[in-house]
C-alpha cells in the first residue's frame, strides 16, 4: 500500500470510527442507566394541586428506577420558568419535568416568542393525571349558583372579580372561555397560586375563583365556599353535588388541566426506552390511585402515541380557544 493510500485509509477509518467513540460516554450511561438521583423539576409552588400530585408520583417513580427522584420546584410565569429551565438542561434522563397544559400548550400560545419550542424540545414520555376546573364563590358574595352568576355578571358587567392561579393558567383561561361561553365580563386577578386566590376569596376580598377541586373540596363540604360548576364532562367524584358546565347548556366548557412527564429531547434510546417503561408502571400503584382521587385527579394513562397526539390535539384546541378569547400576555 502506498503511503497516500495508507494515509487515506487511515483517514477514512478514523472518520467511520469517530461517531461511535464519540457515542460510546452515552451509551455506557444509558446501560447503567440511573446510576445516581433523578431532579423531577415541578414548575409550581409547594403546597399546590399539581406539587402533591407530583411529589407522590416522584416517590412511586424513584421506587420503579430504584434511584431517588427529587422534587425540584420551580414556580413562576404560569410554569414558563420550570419548563424553560428543562427544555435547557442535559438530555441525560436526570433532569425531568412535570410538563402540564400550561407550560407546554397555554404559555407558548400566549406569547409571540416563547423561550422554547414545546413541539421540538421536549419528549413527552408518560401521562401522569388529569383534574377540571372549579368555579367557587363565598357564601358573603350571596351567589349560589352558576344561573345567579351570569345574570349579576350581565347586569353589572366587570365588577365580578375572578381570582386564578396565575395570568395565562388553565383557571385563568378556563374563566375567559366561560365570560365567551355565556356573554359575560368578569374582572381577573392573578395570584401565585391557588392557595391565596381561596384566601382572598373566603376574606371576602373576590367574588369568585376558578382553580382545582383539590383547593375547594373540603371547603365547598364545610360550607365556608360553594362550588358553582366545573369543567369535568362529566360530574366528579370528589364534588358530586356539583353540576357540570356542559350539563348547564355549555358544551364547549369541557377542560382539563393535565400532568405529564416529559424530558428534554435527545434522550439516549436506552434510557428513554427504561424511564418510559418505569413511568408508565408508577401509574399502577393502588395507592398513587387513592392519593389522585383524594386530591380530585384521575390519572392519565396515556403514553407513546397516544400521548403525543391528545397534547397535539390540547395545542389547536387551546389555541382557537385563546384565538376566540382574544387573550394574550404580550403588552
Not at 179 to 193: D, E, F, M, N, P
Not at 230 to 253: K, N
Amino acid at each position: 500500500m502506498s503511503s497516500i493510500d495508507r494515509r487515506s485509509f487511515l483517514t477514512c477509518a478514523a472518520g467511520a470510527l469517530a461517531p461511535t467513540l464519540g457515542a460510546l460516554p452515552r451509551a455506557a450511561l444509558a446501560g447503567d442507566y440511573p446510576d445516581r438521583p433523578l431532579r423531577l423539576v415541578i414548575p409550581f409552588a409547594v403546597g399546590g394541586a399539581t406539587d402533591v400530585i407530583g411529589r407522590s408520583y416522584a416517590r412511586f417513580l424513584g421506587d420503579r428506577l430504584g434511584k431517588p427522584v427529587a422534587p425540584d420546584n420551580r414556580p413562576g410565569s404560569g410554569s414558563l420558568i420550570g419548563t424553560d429551565m428543562v427544555a435547557k438542561a442535559a438530555p441525560d434522563g436526570y433532569t425531568i419535568l412535570v410538563a402540564s397544559l400550561d407550560g407546554l400548550v397555554l404559555q407558548p400560545a400566549l406569547r409571540r416568542s416563547p423561550p422554547y419550542d414545546s413541539r421540538r424540545d421536549f419528549t413527552v414520555i408518560t401521562g401522569i393525571a388529569s383534574t377540571p376546573i372549579t368555579f367557587a364563590t363565598s357564601p358573603a358574595s350571596g351567589i349560589r349558583s352558576m344561573a345567579e352568576l351570569i345574570e349579576r355578571a350581565r347586569a353589572q358587567p366587570g365588577k365580578i372579580r375572578y381570582g386564578s392561579p396565575g395570568i395565562g393558567t388553565s383557571p385563568h383561561l378556563a374563566g375567559q372561555m366561560l365570560c365567551k361561553a355565556a356573554g359575560i365580563s368578569l374582572t381577573h386577578v392573578a395570584y401565585r397560586g391557588g392557595a391565596p386566590a381561596i384566601g382572598d376569596l373566603l376574606g371576602n376580598h373576590i367574588e369568585l375563583v376558578a382553580s382545582v377541586p383539590a383547593d375547594v373540596v373540603d371547603k365547598h363540604q364545610a360550607g365556608v365556599c360553594k362550588v358553582l360548576a366545573l369543567t369535568a364532562p362529566r360530574r366528579h367524584s370528589s364534588l358530586p353535588d356539583v353540576t357540570t358546565l356542559a350539563e348547564l347548556g355549555y358544551a364547549d366548557m369541557v377542560a382539563l388541566h393535565w400532568v405529564a412527564l416529559a424530558a428534554p429531547v435527545g434522550l439516549p434510546a436506552p434510557v428513554g426506552a427504561r424511564l418510559a417503561a418505569d413511568a408508565k408502571a408508577a401509574l399502577d400503584s393502588a395507592e398513587l390511585n387513592e392519593q389522585a382521587a383524594r386530591l380530585g385527579f384521575e390519572l392519565l394513562h396515556l403514553a407513546g402515541a397516544d400521548l403525543n397526539q391528545f397534547v397535539d390535539a390540547e395545542r389547536r384546541r387551546w389555541s382557537e380557544i385563546i384565538r376566540a378569547t382574544g387573550a394574550t400576555l404580550e403588552g
